[in-house]
């Protein structure tokens, strides 16, 4: 039997890669990504040019991403039998040879794998790669520490309504916001309501080709994907020299 090898990609520029990853990718025979029907998919954008010549490449096509809200019965039940799917065609092929599964940033940081990763447990030998996540390219990209001292950070998807992100904001130092695109007026909103909207830098396609850094107060909704990622940075205790008169 093989293993079934989820290989974290970095937060996005092939360099940033772990070596372990590259040569798991390298050597792989079965290639297996997320991507939306009809997109190349973000993860085998990354890792163009890094396959290897005999590698079978396995598209998994989401049923549904935005098209219905995330807490509809319908939408669980969809994504629900496409990862039971999934689960089975990948250890039906990892009883041969390895499978390696392609995930953005790290495995086990929203990443989609975890779904899988619930169902093949005691069904075949797994592997799990970290990587980078997308947020520390994210915040590294603003040029500007999103942490000092004693800061909290706080990680928040901008799919929770607008009055909980607007209390976690406000009780948080330093935050990541994920998952904008639609929800970004939900988003001014609370942080406006937390009275941190000047402070927000926005992040669009981090370490990538393409990459941009701006104020969120500059942007507009045009320029707000998804996988955009909104950074606050902290402000705390810092050693300093004192001053004397």
Known sequence: MGRIICAGLGPGAQDLMSLRSARAIGNARQIAYFRKP?????????????????????????????ELPFASPE???????????????LAALAAAQDVVVLCEG??????????????????VPIE???????????????????????DVLTVLPA?????ELARRLADSDAAVIMKIGRNLPRLRAALSRAGRL???????KGTMEGQ????LTEAGPEECPYFATVILHGNGRRPMREVRS
Not at 128 to 147: D, E, K, Q, R
Not at 159 to 163: C, F, M
Not at 212 to 215: E, G, I, K, Y
């Open 198 to 204: 000047e402070d927000a830098w926005l992040c669009i």
């Open 128 to 150: 799990i790669i970290p990587g980078i996540t997308g947020m520390s390219g994210c915040w590294t990209a603003t040029g500007l520490p999103v942490t000092w001292g004693d």
């Open 212 to 215: 941009r850094v701006l104020p």
């Open 38 to 66: 009809g997109r190349k998919g973000m993860a085998r954008m990354i890792v163009e040019g890094m396959l290897h010549p005999e590698a079978a490449e396995h598209a998994m096509e989401y049923p549904v991403t935005t």
């Open 75 to 89: 939408y669980r039940a969809l994504l629900a039998d496409f990862y039971d799917l999934w689960a089975d065609r």
């Open 159 to 163: 799919t929770l309504p607008e009055a």
């Open 106 to 123: 790290d495995p086990f940081f929203y990443g989609s794998f975890m779904h899988l990763h619930a169902r093949l447990q005691d069904r």
